[in-house]
T-cell receptor, first 110, second 114 residues
C-alpha cells in the first residue's frame, strides 16, 4: 500500500530563514510525486511534479528534489506570504489516485 | 483558460439527508477526481471519472456516487449523510490523454452535517 509521510507537521520560520520540508514515500512504481500549497479553506494549488530520482524543479523561492525514497521542498529566504500548508502526494503506475500526506503547516513571521 | 470551479462553496445538511456537489473541469481536461479532506488531514481519494466512466475508486462506501457529463463536468452525490461526512470536498481535473498527469483543484465545497 502506498504511504506518504511528511515532516515536520508544523514549522515556524523567521523571514529570510531558509529550511526544508520532507516527504518520505513508499509506492509500488512511481508515476509522479506532486507538491501542492494549500491556504486555509482553499483548494490545493499545484506547485511541482517530479517523475524520477535526481530530478529537481524550481519556482521562485521554492525548489523540489526527488530521491527513490523521499522528496524535499527547499524554501530559500521565505517571506510571510509563503505561510501555508504544503502537501506532498504520490501517484503510482497502477492507478490515477493521488495519495496525500497530512501536510506541513508553515508559518513565516516578519 | 478557465480553472476548476465548484458549487456551492458552503453547505449545511442534516444527518440522513442527501447532497449533490458540482464541479466544472478546467478547459481541455477530460478527467475529474473527487477528494474528501477532513480538518488537519490530507485529501483522501474518493473516485475518478474519465470520459463519463468511473475508472478508479478509493475506500469509500457506495453511498458516495458520482457522474460525469459529456462536457466533462461532474457531480458527487452522498446519500444518508453522517456526521463524519463533514469535510472539505475537492474536485480536481486533469488531461487523461496526456503523459503530464498534473491535477488542478477547485476551491472546494465545505460540507457541514449536523
Amino acid at each position: 500500500e502506498d504511504q506518504v509521510t511528511q515532516s515536520p507537521e508544523a514549522l515556524r520560520l523567521q523571514e529570510g530563514e531558509s529550511s526544508s520540508l520532507n516527504c518520505s514515500y513508499t509506492v509500488s512504481g512511481l508515476r509522479g510525486l506532486f507538491w501542492y500549497r494549500q491556504d486555509p479553506g482553499k483548494g490545493p494549488e499545484f506547485l511541482f511534479t517530479l517523475y524520477s530520482a535526481g530530478e529537481e524543479k524550481e519556482k521562485e523561492r521554492l525548489k523540489a528534489t526527488l530521491t527513490k525514497k523521499e522528496s524535499f521542498l527547499h524554501i530559500t529566504a521565505p517571506k510571510p506570504e509563503d505561510s501555508a500548508t504544503y502537501l506532498c502526494a504520490v501517484q503510482s503506475n497502477s492507478g490515477y489516485a493521488l495519495n496525500f500526506g497530512k501536510g506541513t503547516s508553515l508559518l513565516v513571521t516578519p | 483558460e478557465t480553472g476548476v470551479t465548484q458549487s456551492p462553496t458552503h453547505l449545511i445538511k442534516t444527518r440522513g439527508q442527501q447532497v449533490t456537489l458540482r464541479c466544472s473541469s478546467q478547459s481541455g481536461h477530460n478527467t475529474v477526481s473527487w477528494y474528501q479532506q477532513a480538518l488537519g488531514q490530507g485529501p483522501q481519494f474518493i473516485f475518478q471519472y474519465y470520459r463519463e466512466e468511473e475508472n478508479g475508486r478509493g475506500n469509500f462506501p457506495p453511498r458516495f456516487s458520482g457522474l460525469q457529463f459529456p462536457n466533462y463536468s461532474s457531480e458527487l452525490n452522498v446519500n444518508a449523510l453522517e456526521l463524519d461526512d463533514s469535510a472539505l470536498y475537492l474536485c480536481a481535473s486533469s488531461d487523461g490523454q496526456s503523459s503530464n498527469t498534473e491535477a488542478f483543484f477547485g476551491q472546494g465545497t465545505r460540507l457541514t452535517v449536523v
